[in-house]
């Protein structure tokens, strides 16, 4: 007898590469009286063994991992036993346009138990029921079973963005000087910090500085190279090297030029940028 979407059970995994976001997913997961929590894989190569060992109902498949992502272990995957996987990614541009291409979910970090809780409903009724065989295409058509257009990886789909020249030049700051202009490549830009009404540049080697308020230097920064940790300072999230707890919640980031600065309690969860 089949039973009913109230009635089904999923035997689940969790997939992350950070132990704080597997320890967080699964105590989440604990309050759903439906999910069995069946194991957690810290990268790529573990979730494979898992997911051939435990046949998962349902996988909770982080996109952003070092070596083997996301992607990787979907296509690894037998195409004609897929289980339900229910993607979860900080906010990645390439990935969630490739996810809507193929009408997949996918759960944002950091996690919003309304948002948690709509798509493990919808992850249950498509287990067992006349959705399953959609979703299982869906996933074989991303991971490259169907179509010219598919994702291999997520370092593919940006090289293959770049190739169709989507935003291939890297951003640029203005930095006035008197008459003149000097403009700087974001992706160069290590660190900036405030100086009273000042900003301080530091790049390169060299520190330009730039009168303008903290707010509206922001707002002309790539997010995707620059982001806010302080008040007063913004880092490029690239040239972060380590992460020290220290006090209240507070963290000290080392560049690669062992410079550190400090990560404010307030934007502690921008510390999803530096894995």
């Known amino acids: 007898m089949l039973l009913t979407s109230m009635e089904t059970r999923l035997t689940t995994i969790i997939v992350d590469d950070e132990k704080s976001a597997r320890s967080s997913l699964a105590r989440r997961l604990a309050d759903v009286k439906y999910i069995d929590l069946a ?11 898992m997911i051939s060992e435990l046949s998962p109902d349902l996988v909770l498949l982080d996109i952003q991992m070092p070596g083997m992502d996301g992607f990787d272990v979907l296509r690894a995957l037998d195409e004609d036993r897929l289980p339900v996987i229910l993607f979860v990614t900080v906010f990645d541009e390439f990935a969630l346009q490739e996810l809507e291409k193929h009408e997949l979910d996918c759960l944002s970090k950091p996690i919003d138990g309304e948002q948690l809780v709509r798509l493990l409903e919808k992850a249950r009724r498509l287990v067992g029921g006349k959705g399953a065989a959609g979703h299982r295409r869906a996933l074989a058509k991303l991971a490259g079973g169907i179509g010219g257009d598919s994702a291999r990886s997520m370092r593919e789909i940006r090289a293959r963005r770049k190739g169709k020249g989507r935003s291939a030049e890297t951003p640029k700051l203005a930095i006035r000087d008197g008459g003149s ?26 520190t330009h500085i730039l009168r303008i308020t903290m ?4 707002q002309q ?29 507070e963290f000290f980031l080392t560049l690669k030029n062992g410079h550190r600065v400090k990560l404010s309690r307030s934007y502690r969860d921008r510390l999803r940028y530096f894995r």
């Not at 194991?39 to 063994?49: D, F, K, P, S, V």
């Not at 403009?183 to 080697?205: L, T």
């Open 215 to 218: 707010k509206k230097l922001e």
């Open 221 to 249: 920064l790539d997010p995707a190279i620059l982001q806010r940790i302080h008040r007063s300072t913004i880092v490029n999230i690239h040239c972060v090297c380590d992460k020290t707890p220290h006090i209240n919640g």
């Open 181 to 206: 202009t000097t403009w700087v490549p974001q992706d160069e830009i290590e660190w900036i910090d405030a100086a009273g009404d000042y900003m301080c540049v530091h790049a390169g080697g060299k």
């Open 39 to 49: 194991g957690a894989a810290r990268n790529g190569h573990e979730a494979l063994q």
